[in-house]
């Protein structure tokens, strides 16, 4: 069994201690992404924690994968930190949140030109008095 096998395995059964199994995941994640990805991919452990493992990774190639995970009420939640793992990794920061799937999976620009500007064109509204 491959060590990150192995450790996807210890994450499934520690959950709330682990930090360092994390830690050593993501260490291995970086070294070596395509072969983690085939390992991750291959985990038949749990779905819950392959797919918190490609968000650790973070591969625009996962993103069909994890959005098709958002239709399952159990996984919803890691799906979409998942998301948010991928989304970081593609370079994206918190102002890219308008950003979507199309229909080949490949993230698109947002829909509205200021969707991605990470605060809201100043209204009325939002004006101090």
């Known amino acids: 069994m491959d060590r990150l096998e192995r450790l996807l395995y ?3 059964d520690v959950r709330d201690c682990a930090d ?3 830690d050593e995941i993501d260490e291995l994640v970086a070294a070596d992404p395509a072969h983690s990805r085939a390992v991750i991919l291959a985990y038949t452990g749990d779905e819950v924690t392959r797919l ?6 973070g591969d625009p ?3 069909p994968t994890v959005a098709a995970a958002l239709t399952d009420p159990a996984l919803r939640h890691v799906a979409m930190e998942s998301l948010g793992g ?3 990794a593609a370079g994206f920061d918190g102002g ?6 199309d229909g080949t999976g490949l993230l698109t620009p947002p829909l509205h030109p200021l ?3 990470g605060q809201c064109p100043e ?6 008095a």
């Open 10 to 12: 210890t994450m499934r």
């Open 20 to 22: 360092p199994v994390v």
């Open 52 to 57: 918190w493992a490609l968000g650790r990774l």
């Open 61 to 63: 190639l996962d993103l």
């Open 86 to 88: 991928i989304h970081a």
């Open 96 to 101: 890219g949140a308008g950003h979507r799937l």
């Open 115 to 117: 969707s991605d500007v």
């Open 123 to 128: 209204t009325s509204l939002s004006r101090s």
